[in-house]
């Protein structure tokens, strides 16, 4: 459907259209919040660590191949030192695969729903 809009002395053609939103849009991928707090744990120097991205895995904070139907991967880390490390659980870090305090911006009933990632940032 072709529209003409009168603008000094030319006409212009508009062409109507309608947004499509894919069937899998950016709110389809949404992350389950496993926890509204991090986990603290002890790794090994050269422990390599896949951290659980979707939130499904039941071997928080790690990757147990809950997502394999879905889009989302696990993040490879390497501990360079024995050391305690702070494992983001909300899935909202900003440094994931770390916690950086995102979880305190979100609802206090969020443990097990399922949000778009990132949304609680400020």
């Not at 899998?24 to 603290?40: G, T, Y």
């Not at 951290?51 to 501990?79: M, Y």
Request: glycine share 4%; hydrophobic share 30%; charged share 25%.
């Amino acid at each position: 459907q072709e529209v003409e809009i009168e603008e000094a002395d030319k006409a212009i053609p508009q062409r109507s259209f309608s947004l499509r939103i894919p069937q899998r849009s950016f709110f389809a991928l949404q992350v389950v919040c496993a926890k509204q707090s991090p986990m603290s744990v002890e790794v090994k120097r050269g422990q390599l660590c896949y951290w659980c991205t979707c939130g499904k895995s039941r071997e928080q904070p790690f990757c147990d191949g809950s997502h394999a139907s879905s889009k989302f991967t696990p993040i490879a880390w390497k501990s360079q030192a024995d050391e305690t490390k702070q494992f983001c659980c909300c899935k909202q870090s900003r440094h994931p695969p770390f916690c950086d305090g995102s979880h305190a911006q979100m609802p206090v009933d969020c443990v097990g729903k399922p949000f778009p990632p990132n949304c609680f940032r400020k």
